[in-house]
Structure formats: C-alpha cells, structure tokens
C-alpha cells in the first residue's frame, strides 16, 4: 500500500465559510482557518492525482494547490455542494489529452450526466467540454487505482444514502446523519479518519460535533479530522475544546498517511 498525502481543498458546509449575509464572528474571522469552502479532499500516492468530488468552488481550490493531473475522481452524492464544479474539469482534459475516469453510485452519476448533460451527449460539441468515463460502483463494492483499493462506505445522509471511501489505513466520510453497523466494521484500524461534523445542533441530515466526537471513540482512529464544517464552530476555540487526535480540518490542510502494514 503505498503513502498518501491528503490535502483538504475545502472543509466548509454547502454555503461555505464566510456565508453570504452574515455577520457573525466566524464569518468575519482574521483566522484563515475559519474560511471554508465546499468540502472536498486531493488525494497523492506514487504519481497519482486522485480527486474526491467537484464543488463549486473546484476551480479556486485547484488553483491554490497547483493541481496539474487528476488521473480519477470519486463522488460521495450529487447534492450541488459536491458536483457543481464538474465543468472546471474541461482545461485539466485539454492538458491530459483525454478523458478522466468517475467513480460513484449509479444514482450519483445519473445525476451527474443529467445535469451536464452536454458532457455525455452523443452529438459533436463545438466547443470543449468535460470529458468523462463512467463508472458505477456497487455499495460495498470497490475499485482498484493503480493498485490501491478504493473501497465504498455506504452512509446514510437524512433519508439519501451517500458513499464514503476507505484507502487503505485512511477513510473519507462527509455528509452522514448516520453509519450503518456494516459500514462501522469497516473503519476499524485506521490512522487517519474523516468525519462530518456540522455544528453542536442537531440537524436531520448531519452529524453533529458531540456525535463525532462519540464515533471516533467507538471506532478509535489514531487520527481524526471533523469536515463539512459550518459558521457555527470557530476553529481555535472549537480546536481547544478536543483531545489531540481530534482537530478540525481546514482549507490547505496536508495530511501524510504512511504504509499500511
């Protein structure tokens, strides 16, 4: 198994961090920390680009980390917050001269070719467009890129069912009310664990930050990072309130994840 890197491109809600409108104290933090785009993660390991989703805001966050190559991506859902930056993809195409491989639920990726749907047509654009294979994977299910396994991790999201990612020793886990008990026996023995953590009110499709904080007990990763973070938890404070393996993600964040053993 070889070393990742994890770098967070964004840890924030689906509104983001500052969200528009508001003057509250996070939302006019000093703290850069307290800027938080859509939530999603880059993934590197021996020469490989692997992306998990496309938000809106895919285009800011691939410009400040530099990202030349993506060699694949997988979704978790469709919801907006995680797709909406698909179109962006179009430059890094022209530069790989080809198309990117997707990886996802089938319903996530119908969704997906619905909404871009100028991307998967059959007629000949005259302009560029996103180009794309698909590729559905089963809940449970997994996909090996270039020799890493990549295995699903079904979730529940309110009443929607979402996939997180286990990589070897690290796993990936954003919107989720709920983790079914198959999936909770799949995130033992980890080092580095992703987790929603909305806010300290409960919500019907997110977990909160005391719910997390319960899931990193019972499941014990050496390492836990809380994401999908709204305005309601400013950084340090919330950061002073958790023991040192829990900390709060945040935008430009690199992770290194050794070997598996």
Do not use: W
């Not at 990202?67 to 890094?92: F, K, N, Q, S």
């Not at 749907?117 to 467009?129: I, N, R």
């Not at 890129?145 to 954003?174: K, M, S």
């Amino acid at each position: 198994m070889a070393k990742f890197t994890i770098t967070v491109l964004g840890s924030g809600t689906s509104m983001g961090v500052p969200t528009l409108g508001c003057d509250c104290k996070v939302c006019n933090s000093a703290d850069p920390r307290d800027n938080r785009l859509r939530p999603s993660v880059l993934l590197e390991f021996a020469d490989q680009t692997v992306l998990i989703d496309t938000t809106p805001d895919f285009r800011q966050q691939a410009l400040r980390e530099r990202i030349r190559r993506i060699d694949a991506i997988l979704y978790t859902h469709a919801h907006a917050d995680h797709i909406l930056g698909l179109d962006d993809l179009r430059p890094i195409n022209l530069k790989q001269r080809g198309p990117i491989p997707i990886y996802g639920a089938a319903e996530t990726l119908e969704t997906i070719q619905r909404t871009f749907s100028y991307a998967f047509g059959s007629y000949t654009p005259e302009s560029h467009v996103p180009k794309l294979t698909v590729n559905p994977l089963d809940p449970g299910g997994s996909v090996s890129l270039n020799g890493v396994e990549f295995q699903t991790i079904p979730l529940h999201h309110g009443t929607g069912r979402v996939f997180g990612y286990r990589f070897g020793n690290a796993a990936y886990l954003t919107d989720h009310s709920e983790i079914p008990a198959a999936s909770m026996a799949r995130l033992l023995d980890l080092d580095v664990l992703f987790l929603d953590a909305l806010r300290h009110k409960p919500h019907p499709t997110h977990t909160t930050l005391s719910e997390a904080q319960r899931l990193v007990s019972e499941l014990r990763p050496k390492r836990a990072y809380f994401t999908h973070i709204s305005h309601d938890l400013p950084h340090a404070y919330t950061e002073s309130t958790l023991p040192p393996h829990m900390r709060l993600a945040y935008d430009g964040l690199r992770i290194p994840v050794e070997e598996s053993r």
